[in-house]
């Protein structure tokens, strides 16, 4: 099983800044890590840069389900103000 390492902003807006989306995740996904490197959250959006870390399958569906959830997954491309 191949191991990968995604760097991600993750976007919340529609009132899903509210909502625990991560923690979701993680009760679905217990296998794939998760470190928050960086976040801002005001009143009408959430914004975070998060590594994930597991089976490349396993991180790809967490990724989906948090999409599903109505978060925005970018990945982060280039010089990254995130270290690591």
């Known amino acids: 099983m191949a191991k990968t390492t995604r760097k991600c902003w993750l ?3 529609g ?5 625990p989306c991560l923690w979701k995740m993680s009760t ?6 998760f470190d928050i490197r960086q976040a801002s959250v005001q009143k009408d959006i ?12 396993r991180v790809e569906a967490a990724l989906q389900y948090l999409v599903s ?7 982060v491309v280039g010089g ?3 270290a690591g």
């Open 69 to 75: 959830l109505g978060v925005k997954v970018d990945p």
């Open 11 to 13: 976007t919340f807006e």
């Open 28 to 33: 679905k996904y217990p296998d794939v890590v």
């Open 46 to 57: 959430g914004v975070m840069a998060v590594l994930f870390d597991g089976e490349e399958s």
């Open 15 to 19: 009132g899903h800044q509210n909502e």
């Open 80 to 82: 990254s103000l995130v």
